[in-house]
């Protein structure tokens, strides 16, 4: 029979119920099925993986289940089968996969991830697609062509993969390259016109006076020298908040009131009034690090079509001590399609001011929490797309009672399906309001 492994997770985004299913269901019956790995409560209603396809099987001899094993023992198991399967829905490098290359193992994989380039390489076989169906056809091909199984392993060709792919010369000769300046961005053009750049950060306030003189703070200490700021005051009219006239002391800050109107109101009067070549985004209650807007900029430079630049951020708490757990990391809009989740970036992002310009449906009023994806999504449908710098330069602080901390989680589930439903059914409706 052809013998096939899994290796990994029972857990329904590793894919290992639609193996299961894709065997099961294949015009032969001249195969056999291990899959070697911990059990995860990730089946529908948070049931077993392992019952589940213990169900499925109905006590089929083809498919057996065993318990997780140390690397080295997994390894012993290579050389009894024909080839891995990586089914995974979503996966960055699966090392499971790269282990069966170093044995000479073939590898048939979803098209996910590092998987496209190095099992498409040579390493085996790609399937058209994620889910049991796709497995499906491509299982059935190779048990109605066994010699093209034998062939594959018996070639060299799949540790020469694993070669190709784990070789450091090859990355760091890529890394290399990388430094090199593209062509046309030589010393002679290196930076021109980005020096004089004008660059207006706008910052929504309300009772943020414990946390505005840091954020503010840090927009002055840019190393771009060609900055102001432009603090829109949300209605918010204190005592505490007289610190907002000590800020306006500095010639580079300007501070302008509005009636209470919420956030997204207060960053667009804010969009309006500044008179700039790129707008900084910003909140009041975040910190900077120096270097992002000249970093930001130079992206502009080498990359002329960008709409924004953003970068990941870092998690604090209200007293600025970094908080467990990292912080958001996302992709930029030109990555992901989808709408399950925020991979676009966060409001912190140096933008444009033609793409304000061009698109006067930015940041909702009616969407004061999703405003900045829903305006990143309205950019990716004019094919426009924004690049992530990829290290923490936002302290992003996170609060006791913000909305993240003090809404349960069906509450912010449902604000981002409102939000979602919103871009799909108020697309060109939103009205621009002085």
Do not use: K
Not at 57 to 77: K, N, S, T
Not at 122 to 131: C, E, F, S
Not at 351 to 372: C, K, T, W
């Amino acid at each position: 029979p052809l013998r096939v492994l899994y290796a990994g997770r029972l857990q329904r985004i590793e894919g290992a119920m639609d193996l299961v299913d894709a065997c099961l269901r294949l015009p032969g019956d001249d195969w056999e099925l291990t899959l070697i790995g911990p059990d995860t409560e990730t089946a529908a209603l948070d049931q077993s993986v392992r019952l589940t396809i213990e169900r499925m099987c109905e006590g089929d001899p083809r498919v057996r289940i065993e318990e997780a094993v140390p690397g080295d023992e997994l390894r012993g198991h290579f050389g009894a089968h024909h080839l891995l399967v990586v089914p995974a829905n979503f996966a960055l490098c699966p090392e499971v996969a790269l282990e069966a290359m170093r044995a000479g193992l073939p590898v048939l994989a979803a098209p996910v991830g590092a998987l496209v380039e190095f099992v498409g390489d040579g390493g085996g076989w790609l399937a058209d697609d994620v889910g049991a169906p796709a497995l499906g056809r491509s299982l059935a091909r190779l048990l109605e062509d066994r010699q093209e199984v034998e062939r594959v392993r018996a070639s060299g060709e799949v540790f020469s993969a694993f070669r190709r792919f784990t070789d450091p010369a090859r990355f760091l000769d890529a890394y290399e390259t990388l430094r090199e300046p593209s062509p046309g961005s030589g010393a002679a053009t290196h930076g021109v016109g980005m020096e004089d750049a004008a660059v207006t950060a706008v910052i929504p306030y309300h009772r943020a006076h414990r946390y505005v003189e840091e954020a503010v703070g840090s927009l002055l200490a840019q190393t771009h020298p060609n900055l102001d700021i432009l603090v829109v005051n949300d209605g918010s009219f204190e005592p505490e908040d007289a610190v907002l006239d000590r800020l306006a002391e500095d010639p580079r800050v300007r501070v302008v009131t509005q009636l209470q109107r919420g956030d997204m109101m207060a960053r667009r009067l804010g969009i309006r009034l500044a008179a700039c070549d790129y707008v900084m985004m910003f909140d009041a209650d975040n910190a900077l690090e120096p270097e992002f807007v000249a970093r930001a900029l130079a992206m502009f430079r080498d990359r002329p079509e960008l709409a924004y630049v953003t970068c990941w951020l870092r998690y604090v708490d209200p007293e600025g001590n970094e908080l467990g757990g990292g912080g958001y990391a996302p992709l930029g809009n030109r990555v992901l399609s989808s709408e399950e989740e925020n991979w676009d970036g966060d409001t912190a992002a140096l933008v444009r001011r033609r793409v304000f310009d061009e698109l006067p449906d930015a940041f909702p009023e009616q969407q004061s929490i999703q405003g900045d994806w829903l305006t990143y999504r309205s950019l990716r449908e004019r094919g426009e797309y924004g690049a992530v710098i990829p290290e923490r330069l936002v302290r992003y602080r996170v609060h006791p009672d913000s909305n993240l901390r003090s809404s349960d989680q069906r509450l912010h589930a449902r604000s981002w399906e409102e939000g979602r439903d919103w871009r799909r059914l108020g697309a060109g409706e939103w009205t621009v309001q002085s």
